[in-house]
């Protein structure tokens, strides 16, 4: 069984890859983007920096 800390990591880094897909989607859509695509593209950047949050946790622990 693998560690629940890398574990964590690879799931944190896979919402990563998905969200900076999205974001590229986002960014090369040209003018014709949805009305709801500016607040999709802010929950985006909301949940980046709530996974960011959480890798500081779980390396917290290695300063003490």
């Known amino acids: 069984m693998q560690n629940p800390v ?6 944190l880094r896979d919402e990563i890859a998905q969200i900076s897909e999205a974001n590229r ?4 859509g ?3 983007k949805p009305q709801g695509a500016a607040g999709d593209h802010e929950r985006r950047l909301q949940r980046l920096q709530e996974i960011l949050d959480e890798l ?8 003490l």
Not at 6 to 11: G, L, S, V
Request: charged share 45%; aromatic share 4%.
């Open 6 to 11: 890398k574990e964590r990591i690879a799931k």
């Open 25 to 28: 989607l986002h960014l090369h």
């Open 30 to 32: 040209g003018k014709k």
């Open 56 to 63: 500081v946790a779980l390396t917290d622990w290695k300063k």
